[in-house]
């Protein structure tokens, strides 16, 4: 694929903004709560197109395609089931204690309702993971960008790491969420056409039904027998290990995106950015699950070698991975393919900004004021949040050369995900909802619910992994174990938890108001129009979030 | 309001970005023969369409 300069000069332009955006709001920035939590401030549509912003990075982009051509239609439940129930939670439930409580970060909530190694232990963790999964984000933009453009690899990873350095450093978190959401307006225009002209080659929706298997377009109607749908998975595993566990443990306590609806600037604002956020989170399949489904559609009819294929792998297989990719370089003319390799940069780039925002707040606040230098000044705090952003950036580069060298190493990032945050959602329900659990019970409750799903992995083996104990259990697709770690480690975590904290002795109730639901008091916001009420607003969601699984049934 | 103080909001910014990838589009299409593609025409009337959009819509920061 070779490029116009009317592509370079779109990809200049993007490059320019972002860069713009970052010298923009740098005068705005005065205290290590502007660079950090942005002082809540940030307005409902800005926290909202980030908080799915912040999701939309490249694991999302590519990997739904790639989702979408491996298992069909069926990938659309990571939105319908699992993303929009708990983006209604998170707004409806948790939101309250998460801003209420006037923490900075998840950690500080897990210190308030705990305790100091509860918040030390998910701080930790979720640090590391930020920066290797910014790391990752690195590496597949460059990676992508050699394969498709012949673009040096070393250069692709110290510009754009280089350019999202900029706009991090100065303009800190306003500056990364700013420019979330033009990159979400570029990946939604720069792929909407894409969408349109595979679906016009490839006969409509209709054609496509007609010539793909039955269980690659019906999202439920095989999910009775896991032999007989492509992930493999019963639909009960799928309900409580996606749209339970994994989902509620992503949406509701990953404080990459929690991060976004606490800058916003009141309470009802903060509540309602994920339930604003899950409207076009609903239609987001059209833009990144049905490319995938329209290109297996295609690859299975194509004869004529000008037609399209996803490409194949070094074993012969289909490289689900770049189906995207491959789409963009058959269906667009230069102008719009600028656009679209834009769109492509600007994923990776949101994720790794994301990432190292959340990474520099949760490393500022929740370790090195925490346990390192406590009482500094308010500047000695913003000078450390720039430099640590600074350092993420550094590590993130490591993290990408580490990744170029190790072939597994996302999916056994994908693995620690699952490890931390299905068995951290345990914690919270319990903790926020049950004002009997101890710090001792959620201490131990999120330690050993890792370790069970360490376990379980070492006992199932799915696509050549995990079964490292023994390959006792084995499951058809890794993404179907995936939901079985998860769960295994949210059951564990659930009764460790139960048990520890009926063992040992709870907080006075004094120091849980604001924190647990039974000691909170009921907010109710003042807003008079249904559209503006959290209530309101989230049965309809729910109601069309229904309605869409039946359509597609 | 003049235009740069209009640059600390970010629906100008946003607005701007789109016209100005629009105008990149619809040039192309007009003066070479590489960009003269119907794709280009439609996307590049979209993007014109949502940066006017966002450049008009009243800012709430």
Redesign the interface.
């Known amino acids: 694929m070779s490029l116009?300069p009317?592509d370079y000069?779109?990809i200049f332009?993007?490059f320019l903004?972002v860069v713009?955006?970052g010298f923009?709001i740098k005068k705005r920035i005065r205290s290590s709560n502007d660079f950090l939590s942005s002082n809540r401030s940030i307005?409902l549509?800005?926290t909202s197109l980030a908080f799915i912003s912040a999701n939309l990075g490249a694991q999302e982009v590519l990997g739904m395609v790639a989702s979408g051509a491996k298992y069909g239609i069926m990938t659309v439940h990571f939105y319908w089931v699992g993303a929009i129930f708990a983006m209604v939670f998170l707004g409806v439930y948790m939101m309250p204690f998460y801003y209420g409580s006037k923490a900075r970060s998840v950690p500080e909530y897990l210190s308030l309702r705990f305790d100091e190694k509860t918040r030390a232990l998910n701080a930790v963790t979720f640090a590391v993971m930020t920066v290797f999964s910014s790391g990752i984000s690195l590496y597949a933009l460059a990676k992508l960008l050699e394969v498709i453009l012949g673009w040096n690899f070393d250069l692709c990873i110290w510009i754009a790491a280089g350019i999202v350095m900029v706009y991090t450093f100065l303009g800190g978190l306003t500056s990364a969420v700013?420019n979330e959401?033009?990159q979400f307006?570029l990946i939604v225009?720069g792929l909407s056409?894409l969408v349109i002209?595979a679906l016009q080659d490839a006969g409509g929706w209709s054609a496509i039904q007609q010539q793909l298997q039955p269980e690659l377009t019906h999202a439920w109607k095989y999910m009775g027998k896991a032999e007989e749908n492509p992930m493999g998975i019963h639909f009960m595993s799928l309900i409580f290990g996606l749209g339970f566990v994994m989902s509620f443990g992503y949406w509701c306590t990953d404080f990459l995106v929690v991060q976004r609806a606490m800058i916003a600037r009141d309470l009802n604002a903060a509540r309602r950015t994920p339930i604003i956020a899950a409207i076009p989170k609903m239609l987001m399949p059209i833009i990144v699950v049905l490319p995938g489904v329209i290109a297996i559609a295609l690859t299975q009819v194509a004869s004529d070698a000008g037609d399209y294929r996803i490409p194949q792998d070094a074993s012969g297989g289909l490289d689900y991975t770049m189906t995207l990719p491959s789409l963009i370089a058959h269906?667009?003319?230069?102008?719009?393919l600028?656009?679209g390799i834009t769109a492509l940069i600007a994923s990776f780039m949101s994720g790794m900004a994301g990432n190292v925002t959340a990474f520099n707040a949760v490393f500022t606040y929740d370790i090195y004021q925490s346990y390192f230098v406590k009482n500094r000044s308010d500047t000695h705090y913003l000078w450390v949040g720039r430099w640590v952003t600074l350092v993420g950036i550094l590590v993130s580069i490591g993290t990408a050369y580490i990744a170029a060298s190790y072939n597994n190493i996302n999916d056994f990032l994908q693995l620690v995900f699952s490890f931390v945050n299905g068995p951290l959602f345990a914690t919270f329900l319990l903790g926020m909802f049950w004002k009997r659990t101890t710090s001792a019970g959620a201490f131990w409750g999120l330690l050993l619910g890792t370790v069970a799903a360490a376990i379980t992995h070492g006992l199932t083996l799915a696509e050549g992994k995990g079964g490292w104990i023994a390959p006792m259990f084995p499951i058809s697709s890794g993404m179907g174990q995936a939901f079985i770690v998860a769960s295994f480690s949210w059951i564990a975590n659930f009764f460790i938890t139960l048990f520890v904290s009926l063992m040992t002795q709870p907080k006075p109730e004094a120091e849980l108001r604001g924190l647990v639901y039974s000691l909170t008091e009921k907010v109710y916001g003042t807003e008079t129009m249904w559209y503006k009420k959290v209530g309101p607003i989230s049965v309809v969601l729910l109601v069309i979030t229904i309605l869409l699984n039946l359509l597609f049934f | 309001m003049n235009l740069f103080n209009r640059?600390?909001q970010?629906g100008f910014?946003?607005g701007v970005?789109?016209i100005?990838?629009a105008l990149?589009?619809l040039v192309?299409?007009i003066a070479?023969t590489?960009?003269h593609?119907s794709?280009?025409l439609?996307?590049?009337i979209?993007?014109l369409v949502?940066g006017i959009f966002m450049i008009r819509v009243k800012?709430?920061?």
């Not at chain 1, 269906?331 to 719009?336: H, V």
């Open positions: 116009h009317a000069l779109i332009l993007y903004f713009a955006v923009i307005p549509w800005i700013y959401v033009l307006f225009l056409p002209v269906y667009y003319p230069s102008g719009l600028g656009i | 640059f600390n970010l910014v946003i970005f789109f100005l990838v990149v589009l192309g299409y070479t590489a960009l593609q794709i280009n439609y996307s590049g979209l993007m949502f800012d709430e920061e």
